[in-house]
Every structure is written in C-alpha cells, then in structure tokens.
C-alpha cells in the first residue's frame, strides 16, 4: 500500500479527476497519464512527481481553451509556449521515463493511435475517435450515456471514470476499465467511491 493521502492529491493537481488518473498511474491501472495545467501550477506538479518517483515530460506547445463558458471543454487551440495568452500545457506522466518521453512524442507528431494506446485507451475507442473526430465534431462524446460507469456527461463536475471517449455505450473494454479503477478508489479513497457512484448513479 502506498502512503498516498487522497485529499493531498486533490490539493496538488486542483482536481479530483487529475487526482483519480494519478491514482490509477501508482497503483498500476494506467501506465501513462496525460494532463493540462497552467504555468503557475508547474511547480507544485513538479514536485509531486519528484517526490513520489514519476518522470514527467511537457509538450512543447500549449492549449488555449476554446469555448470558455463551457467548464470542461474539449475544443483547444495548439499555440507556441511563447504565445502571450493564459493557455494550458500538457504533460505526461509515468514511472517509466521512456513511455513518458514517448508520449509526448507521438503527440508531438500527431500520431493519436499510438499515443491512445500508451495512455491505455481501448484499440476499439481508438478507431471509433479517430473515425469521429475532426474539426466539426471536437467532442465524439456519445451523450445519450447519462448515466452509469461509461457516462461522460460529470465531468463538468469532476465525476467521470474513463479518459477517452468510449466506442458505444456498450463498450466491453471501457466498461472493464471503469470497473477496475471503481475497484481500487473503493479501496483507497472510499469517500470518492462513494461520490462517484452516486454522481454516475452506479
Ligand atoms: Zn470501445
């Protein structure tokens, strides 16, 4: 059992679903994580990583937020860093220095399938977004799933188990996925399990 204090992590990265993707990373459900954050909240990030042996790599290039009424917003435009607008940069975590570096390669370069499957997405959510996804349709989110362990439609309000958009409501892959880490943050952030499953209505 790691000495990870749930709450602690929610300080860190300002957001219980970073705090969830990070516990999935240390207890081995996902092998990479990506996240956005501001430049103010580098250092903080930084350090945790250091602290609790993870590498993390950056992008080369920041997001700025398209759509600015919406709370969680999927549409972002990819500027230079040196770029004078408050934008988010993206960076990739792992306890293994390669697939952190890897990552942000294959995102550098625009390879999205390989970058899908370093993050642990499903190869059939993969095909499915990269079928659905272009300029027109930023948000391949299948809204009639409102509900229940593949739904999306939290995280407005930082309730969600997935980070990738799953292929059908019915995706047995996505549906695993979401189970296993329901299982784990049954057993170390209880209180999160138990806000989760009635914010999804599991
Ligand atoms: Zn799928």
Redesign the pocket.
């Known amino acids: 059992m790691l000495n990870i204090n749930y709450n602690d992590l929610t300080t860190t990265f300002k957001s219980k679903l970073k705090a969830d993707e990070i516990l999935y990373l240390l207890y081995g459900l996902k092998t990479v994580v990506r996240q956005g954050f501001y430049n103010s909240e580098k250092d903080n990030i930084q350090k945790f990583c250091q602290k609790n042996d993870l590498f993390i790599s950056w992008s080369d290039f920041k997001i700025i937020i398209q759509d600015k009424d919406s709370n969680f917003s999927n549409k972002g435009l990819k500027v230079p860093l040196n770029n004078q607008e408050q934008g988010m940069q993206f960076c990739y975590i792992s306890k293994n220095e390669r697939l952190a570096l890897l990552a942000q390669l294959f995102e550098k370069q625009n390879k999205h399938a390989r970058l899908g499957e370093l993050l642990g997405?499903?190869?059939?959510?993969?095909?499915?977004f990269q079928n659905s996804f272009n300029d027109q349709n930023t948000n391949p989110e299948i809204t009639q799933i409102k509900t229940g362990i593949l739904s999306l439609s939290q995280r407005n309000v930082d309730v969600c188990l997935l980070s990738?958009f799953?292929?059908?409501s019915d995706?047995?892959?996505?549906k695993v996925i979401a189970k296993e880490r329901l299982e784990l943050l049954e057993q170390i952030a209880a209180d999160r399990e138990i806000e989760v499953k009635k914010i999804l209505k599991i």
């Open positions: 997405y499903p190869i059939c959510c993969i095909a499915y990738h799953p292929c059908s995706c047995f892959e996505s």
